[in-house]
Each structure stands twice: as C-alpha cells, then as structure tokens.
C-alpha cells in the first residue's frame, strides 16, 4: 500500500504543480482583478466535475462492481458502460453550455456585466470538456483494479499541460477563449492517453457489449456518493459567491490558496485510491488493518506538510507570487485553508472503508451534516473575521463529519483518533504562534522545512505505517 501510494504520488505531483502553474501563469498574464475572477468562475463547474471523479466519484462505485466480475464479464461491463458514460457527459456538457449566462451569475454575484460576458462566454467551450472527464473516470477503473495506478493517475498532468503551454507563450496576449480552448484540448487528452494500453488488455472501443443491469447496478451506488460531492461542491460554490461579495480579488485569492494547498493532497488522493482497491477485495479483519494504516499514514503525509505551510506560509506567497506582499491577504488565508487538511485526510478514509463494504449511504448522512454546519458558518463567519472566515467554517465542518463517520462505524473506540488529532492541533498551534509571524523570508521558510523534515521522521518512526499488518 505505501509502496503504491508513493509511486502514484510521484505520478500525480506532475499533474498538480502544473494546475499550480496554470493558476499562477494565468495571475502573471491578467493580474489579480475582474478578468482573471471571470475566468475562475467560469471554470468551477468543469474544474470541480473534474476535481470530484480525481477524488474517485466514480471509481469508489465502480471499482468493488467491477472487481466482484469475471474477467469477460468485466470485459463486457466496460463495453456497456462507456457509450452511456460518454452520452451522460455529452448532455452534461450541453446542461452547462445552454445555461452559461445562468451559472456565471450564481457563481459570481459579485461579478460586473463585463464579468458575465467574458465568463459566460469561456463556459459555453469549458462545458465541452465534461465528456472527456467523465470517460477517463471509467477507463481508470480497470487500471486501478490491476493495481496500474501510475498510469491513472496522469489524468492531472494531461489536462493542465495544454493551458500551461498556451499561458506561457501567449502571456499577455492570452485570450479567456483561447485558454477555454487550450482546456477543452485537456480533457479530450485524458481518455486519450489510457485507450492504448486499455486496447492492449483485450478492450475495444468500437465494439458495444451488453451487460444487464450494470447501468442500474452502478447508478444505485454512485447515488449517494454523487449527493455527497454535490454538497461539497456547493459549499465550494458558496465559498466562491461569499468571496465575490468581500471585494475585488477576493475569488482569485481563495482560488490560489485552494490551490496552493492542494499540493499535499495529492498523496492524500493517492492513497484513498490505493487503499480502495486494497479494502474492495479484504475481508473484515483486513479491511480494518488497512484502515488502520491508511489513518496512520494519512497522519504522517498531513500533519508535517500543515505545518510547514502554516508556518511558511508567507515565503511561499512571496517566492512563488513575488508581486504579492508578504502581509498581503493571501498568506494568512493559507494558513488557515491547511488546517482542515488532516481532519478531511481522515473523514475520506473513514468514508471509503464504508464504500469498501458496499455502503455508500451511512457517509453520505455524515458529510451532509458537517455541510450543513460549514454553509451556515459560511453565512457568519466571513463577515466578521473576513476572508479568513471561510477556512474557519470549513474547519467545524470537517470535524463534526469525522466524529460523526466514527460514531456511526463504532470506530471511536477503536482508533487512535484522539491522540492523533491532539498531536496535529499542537503542532499546528506551534507553526502558527512562532514561525508564521516571522518577517524575514529565508529565516522562515528554512526553519519551516526543518520543522516539517524532523516531524516527519519522528512521526514516522512513531507511526511506522509501512509495518506488516499482523505486525
């Protein structure tokens, strides 16, 4: 499991510092004003169908149904399954692209006409990359079940590259309908590039298969787990529409945090694709060691990486934005979006050991309470604290769902849960009091990766996650 993780987190860094360049490429063309704004509005609802079948909307449903098939009846589901897929994106793209002008004005109620125009204008050719996401979601369920997840996981790589090339040689001259373009090239790429080796394993995309039932059998589990995306989603949309309401800039700031904080996650996505693999095929006894060394892992990968971005939080902005103050907004937004970071890491893997044993439904409960705490949260906290605000309700959020998937699964007693999350909080608390108020950017940034390298090897050392499970 730690040996498969790692491999994939290595294949997905590539994907996710290049949708880090793209969002910094994109402030270096156009500054962080009204056009960029525009353009992130008009990218969520791509950007987030995308981001939510990468996080495994799909795979968690599919990947247990087609992993209980013989090998020519799993032949025969995805001949099934992929025409279907490619017709639900098709109309899906064609939902977003007929209702542009309506989407942009709920996204971004902050937004001029100008704004509306240009943001409809790029979503009507984003909309199009729904099918491509969408079928590249199920042609990595048959590699990831054959513990092919390098291959997978390139999806990232091969979606940001054609907007990164298009942003660093246009620069200035970069058009908001040449990047939807250069996006929309992205998406058509991702199913693209695993046909080959899916072809290479007997599959033939112009050969149609009848598997009756899967359809269904697929719709009934994907269900819950769509409801539950859908309120992340939403709170990420009423993230958006709060911050166009807090000023101009606002949206492109918590974007780049969003992203700047994603850089971690990617082990994180890794290893919930792993570790659902591994669980869909184990018994009970085996499906709660592997969750136990997820959690432990989980821990390790986010604990140490929190608090090295809380602490050099501002030499970050300042390096990687050098136009950016450093007591600017944007470095304590980060501090405060990392926080939440170790709470989620463990609420997606309680999640999946659910998914694991077929319930889709009990999480679903769970993470629709803890939505419901971060939206009203959402309608307070930023208009008191600012920007800020909005890490603060997805902090409570993300907490009541984690105690909440424990208290339903009977793991409160089970887990090491308590002393973990005291350990991160501590740490974090310790990042935040004294390295994130130092003004001198060498000094911080040096001593936050010290901070980090030894927590990480004493975390290690006391975690061991890579242990055998009987040992």
């Not at 060691?289 to 390790?300: F, I």
């Not at 986010?302 to 390096?319: E, W, Y």
């Not at 309608?379 to 902090?395: D, E, R, S, T």
């Not at 907490?399 to 090491?416: E, F, H, I, S, Y």
């Amino acid at each position: 499991m730690f040996g498969s993780t790692l491999w994939l987190t290595l294949a997905t860094l590539t994907g996710l510092a290049a949708g880090f360049a793209r969002e910094w490429l994109l402030v270096a063309a156009w500054g962080a004003g009204g056009r960029s704004d525009a353009f992130l509005v008009s990218l969520f609802l791509p950007e987030a169908l995308r981001m939510a079948l990468a996080a495994g909307l799909l795979s968690a449903a599919a990947l247990p149904l087609y992993q209980q098939r013989s090998s020519q009846a799993q032949q025969d589901w995805l001949g099934a399954l992929a025409p279907r897929v490619l017709l639900c994106g098709l109309g899906l793209g064609a939902l977003l692209s007929l209702g542009a002008w309506l989407w942009v004005r709920l996204i971004g109620p902050g937004l001029d006409e100008a704004g509306y125009t240009q943001a409809a204008g790029s979503l009507h050719w984003l909309a199009w990359s729904a099918p491509g996401f969408l079928l590249h979601a199920l042609l990595c369920v048959p590699l990831q079940a054959r513990s092919r997840f390098v291959l997978a996981g390139l999806g990232s790589l091969v979606f940001n590259l054609p907007p990164v090339l298009y942003l660093a040689l246009m620069r200035h001259d970069a058009t908001p309908t040449g990047l939807a373009l250069a996006c929309l090239l992205g998406s058509l790429l991702m199913p693209g590039v695993l046909c080959p080796a899916l072809c290479r394993d007997g599959w033939r995309p112009w050969h149609l298969s009848h598997a009756p039932g899967a359809g269904r059998e697929l719709l009934q589990r994907i269900g819950p787990l769509l409801s539950s995306n859908l309120a992340s989603q939403g709170l990420a949309l009423l993230e958006r529409m709060v911050a166009s309401l807090l000023g101009e800039g606002a949206v492109t700031w918590v974007n780049l945090a969003r992203k700047l904080i994603n850089l971690p996650l990617i082990a994180l996505m890794s290893l919930n694709q792993v570790l659902l693999g591994l669980m869909s095929g184990a018994e009970d006894d085996q499906r709660m060691g592997l969750l136990r060394k997820g959690l432990s892992s989980a821990t390790l990968l986010t604990v140490p990486a929190v608090a090295g971005l809380i602490g050099a939080a501002g030499a970050l902005v300042f390096l990687l934005m050098p136009g950016q103050a450093i007591d600017g907004p944007l470095p304590g937004l980060l501090a405060w979006f990392a926080a939440p970071l170790m709470f989620g890491a463990w609420n997606a893997l309680l999640a999946r050991y659910a998914y694991a044993a077929g319930d889709t439904r009990m999480p679903l409960t769970c993470e629709l309470t803890g939505s419901l705490l971060n939206a009203v949260l959402l309608g307070v906290l930023p208009f008191v604290f600012g920007l800020i605000g909005i890490a603060m309700a997805a902090i409570c959020g993300v907490v009541l769902t984690g105690l909440l998937l424990m208290r339903r699964q009977q793991l409160l007693d089970a887990l090491p849960w308590r002393q973990q999350w005291s350990l991160g909080v501590a740490i974090m608390l310790l990042a935040a009091s004294l390295l994130h108020p130092l003004s001198n950017v060498w000094l911080q940034l040096g001593l936050s990766c010290a901070y980090g390298a030894i927590l990480l090897i004493a975390m290690a050392m006391w975690l061991k996650p890579w242990r055998p499970l009987n040992g």
